[in-house]
């Protein structure tokens, strides 16, 4: 690998996390600041210049807006510097992918920006963290990694940030990815691209929110009434996203009300609570004004609401096209 500049922005997260033990099955995420982390690395003898930054030391439950301004700034910062290459963010595997499809949307694909984290922490036995982050400069210091949006790096895979979910608690396959699966594969030593480059050159598709709109999920349950939605309504909800049944169903009285919702305003994502699968559009959707969320989660298509939501993008054909192209 020739050496390059790659700046590395440390959230937390278990890539971090420590335990005091080797067996331990509890830690606290984020005690491994990133220039002890760089240090570590070092031994490695990767031939890679990064340069660290910590942004945050959490737990990636607790992340949030200001997090990922400063997140967002710092990479859009990146893209304009000639010196550097690419950015790694170390970033805690429960919001990864919230995360990084948020940034996905609203950064330039024209330099790689790769998200990575581990599911044991650095002092637990069969650690991955540094394998991990070993892969991740392998693929920030690729120039063929610009092109494909923001990615995310785990156990030896290279996934993009719109297909990319946490699928399982723990355990070292805990990433898929749907409709596609892995993207890349990446070791320490190699790196193997599975398709060519679909987003060269291409500027950020939405800005990024000056204040990021409410938008529940209301997950969908047997015997669920309207009232979840009124509540939502009340709150001031600028959005909804329904995580519902098998191909994002719910009781007909959940529907009316959200049908209601759409008739004040307020957009309506159906997607889905089953781990994979398109939500299709019905006939329904056209007459209540639905949008359907097609191969995004309940939690990706929240994210993707909101930055719609916060670029005025809230008619129902206008929000349809960003969920089938997104």
């Known amino acids: 690998m020739s050496e390059t ?3 590395v922005l440390a959230t937390g997260g278990t890539i971090a996390g420590q335990a005091g033990s080797a067996t331990r099955r509890d830690y606290r995420p984020g005690q491994i600041n ?6 570590e690395f070092d031994t490695l003898g990767v031939n890679a210049r990064l340069e660290g930054k910590q942004v945050a030391a959490i737990d990636s439950a607790n992340i949030g807006p200001d997090i990922w301004r400063e997140l967002h700034s710092a990479c859009a910062a990146a893209m304009g510097d000639p010196a550097c290459g690419g950015v790694i963010i170390t970033h805690g595997t429960d919001t990864a992918e919230e995360t990084a499809f948020l940034l996905d949307l609203t950064l330039p694909a024209t ?3 790769v998200l990575v984290g581990a599911m044991r922490p650095a002092d637990a036995v069969g650690s991955d963290g540094l394998r991990n982050f070993a892969n991740a400069v392998q693929v920030a210091a690729d ?3 610009a092109g494909r949006g923001v990615l995310l790096v785990m156990s030896d895979h290279v996934f993009s940030a719109r297909d990319v979910r946490k699928a399982r608690t723990s355990g070292s396959n805990a990433f898929e ?3 596609r699966g892995p993207i890349g594969l990446a070791t320490p030593s190699s790196l193997d691209w599975l398709s060519p480059p679909w987003r060269s050159q291409e500027d950020a598709r939405f800005g990024f929110p000056s204040e990021f709109p409410p938008v ?5 349950f047997a015997g669920m009434d309207a009232s979840y939605v009124e509540h939502a309504i009340a709150q001031g909800a600028k959005g909804i996203v329904l995580a519902g049944m098998g191909d994002g169903n719910a009781p007909d009285v959940v529907r009316a009300a959200l049908a209601d919702a759409v008739s004040k305003g307020i957009p309506v994502v159906r997607a889905s609570r089953v781990d994979e699968g398109l ?3 019905d006939p329904s959707d056209t007459k ?3 949008i359907v969320a097609r191969a995004l989660g309940p939690a990706k298509a929240r994210i993707l609401l909101q930055v719609l939501v916060a670029n005025g993008v809230t008619d129902r054909e206008s929000a349809q096209d960003a969920f089938d192209n997104r």
């Open 5 to 7: 500049s790659i700046l």
């Open 288 to 290: 209540h004004g639905f």
């Open 279 to 281: 939500v299709d559009p």
């Open 111 to 113: 330099k790689p920006v």
């Open 34 to 39: 990133i220039a002890d982390f760089l240090v």
């Open 177 to 179: 990815g749907f409709p």
């Open 216 to 220: 529940p999920i209301l997950h969908a």
């Open 143 to 145: 120039p063929e990694a």
